[in-house]
């Protein structure tokens, strides 16, 4: 559904230079998305070409024999000129890129979008494809701002207290993104200088003042110390994935954080934690008599504080397996749901309860079986009072198969039974049609094989018609996967 853009002017009343002639446009900032939305509107509405008009900002070098104009007037009498909403919040951001052609690209794109309306949603078109990159790039470069942003305490000369951080955007982000700073810090007085501008805030005010170099900026305080202290203590080896840090944390901006001094000295012990604890695991399941469930203690310990992927920040908790660390039998489900987030226990729903009555049935102990999920962490949607279950997708399942390896690695279970797609995917690394892959068995090694099944939730999501048949069909699934332990 379009937005109307603006209104622009009757063609039969402009002024300025003759058809033809190159306008020159002049923004008053690198970001002036509004000056130029505001210029763009009265050219396209009088239907001036793309390559008509010379966009410039103010201070930049420009045609030394090019004449800077006004856009044609708009008036009462204009015509109506519309734009889908999501194309100006596109352009908003990609205004915002370094690129000097950018702000003639958006208005190429206006033009073509006033003559074809489907234009702004052609994502296979190479104008279109640029803007997007344009403005992805914009997004990411406010996410580093946000997330790598450090401040430190001065005090000024009338004595009071004031936050000041130094950061280098790649892309002109800093005025986009003071209204965030600003809220998530409205009781502080701070101060945040980069070479292009630099934004202040006494607490009632936000103001600005010209770039900076870093050397304006404060070094470490006391602060700091207390910071890397908590850093180096929550620095376990869930938490290294060297490639994906690299990626979300490039060197560019370590200078400005304390803790990534820290980084080479964690990196390497975390390594050499996650090592022990695999070798300690590995030799604890194949010692009798040995301290595997000591073993198994210090991974659920570890599993704790995982945030290998980003589902810890909403759930309430790890939901680790349970049961025998010698169990033959281990079972393998998708995730916890709400009530399982809430217990911290694996299948104490309603797909629980159904799992509990089907293994009876099938002349199973859960007692003497392992029970866990392919992925520990509650994925979720709100609405309202309600945490509505979302599957997790591929790279929360292969983030979390990691500790799936060590649980396996732990118990040796003679038997592994998938419930459902998202656990097969888990075991075997790839997708499995449950359909095709269900009743019979996979070897997984010399003396381990995996069963697939469907994950008891199924059972509950089918008509009263189903259920029955579909419920003896999984009754069976079971036997058949337990007597295999034998």
Not at 118 to 140: H, N
Request: aromatic share 8%.
């Amino acid at each position: 559904m379009s937005t109307p853009a603006t209104t622009g002017n009757d063609r039969s009343g402009l002024s300025g230079p003759p058809a033809g002639a190159i306008r020159t446009i002049t923004l008053a900032a690198t970001d002036d998305f509004d000056g130029w939305r505001s210029a763009a509107r009265a050219l396209a509405i009088a239907d001036i070409a793309p390559d008509r008009v010379e966009w410039r900002v103010d201070g930049d070098v420009g045609d030394l024999f090019g004449e800077t104009v006004e856009p044609p007037p708009v008036t009462a009498r204009s015509r109506a000129l519309t734009a889908p909403r999501h194309f100006i919040d596109l352009a908003r951001q990609a205004a915002c890129h370094r690129d000097p052609e950018r702000f003639a690209l958006l208005y190429t794109a206006l033009w073509r979008i006033q003559r074809n309306p489907g234009f702004a949603s052609d994502r296979a078109d190479p104008l279109m494809q640029r803007i997007e990159g344009l403005a992805k790039a914009v997004r990411r470069d406010i996410h580093k701002m946000r997330a790598f942003v450090r401040f430190r305490e001065i005090e000024d000369d009338d004595g009071t207290q004031r936050f000041v951080a130094w950061f280098e955007p790649e892309h002109h982000i800093v005025r986009a993104n003071a209204r965030f700073f600003v809220e998530r810090f409205a009781n502080m007085r701070w101060s945040i200088l980069t070479p292009d501008l630099s934004i202040h805030w006494d607490g009632e005010t936000l103001s600005e003042t010209a770039g900076a170099i870093r050397g304006d900026a404060p070094g470490g305080d006391p602060i700091e110390d207390v910071w890397k202290s908590y850093y180096a203590s929550i620095f376990n080896p869930a938490r290294v994935k060297i490639g994906a840090m690299m990626k979300e944390m490039p060197r560019k901006y370590w200078k400005n954080m304390p803790e990534t001094a820290l980084i080479p000295a964690l990196v390497a012990g975390a390594q050499a934690r996650e090592a022990e604890m695999i070798a300690e695991a590995q030799q604890s399941a194949a010692a009798p008599g040995s301290n595997r469930s000591g073993a198994w203690q210090a991974l659920r310990r570890e599993a704790q504080g995982c945030t290998r992927c980003p589902l810890h920040r909403c759930a309430s908790q790890t939901v680790f397996g349970e049961g025998p660390v010698d169990a033959a039998l281990m079972f393998v489900g998708e995730q916890p749901g709400d009530q399982e987030d809430l217990a911290g226990r694996p299948f104490v729903g309603p797909a629980g309860q159904l799992f509990d009555r089907a293994l009876i049935d099938a002349g199973i102990d859960r007692g003497a079986t392992y029970v866990t999920n392919a992925v520990k962490h509650f994925k979720f949607v709100a609405r309202g009072k309600r945490r509505i279950h979302q599957s997790p997708a591929v790279g929360e399942i292969d983030a979390c198969r990691w500790w799936l390896d060590q649980e396996r690695a732990l118990v040796l279970p003679r038997v592994t039974v998938a419930l459902g797609a998202t656990a097969a995917r888990a075991i075997f690394g790839k997708a499995m049609a449950i359909g095709k892959s269900r009743s019979r068995p996979f070897a997984l090694s010399e003396r381990a094989e995996a069963w697939v099944t469907v994950h008891p939730s199924y059972l509950l999501r089918l008509p009263d018609a189903e259920k029955h048949d579909a419920y003896r069909a999984f009754v069976d699934d079971l036997r058949a996967a337990a007597q295999r332990v034998s």
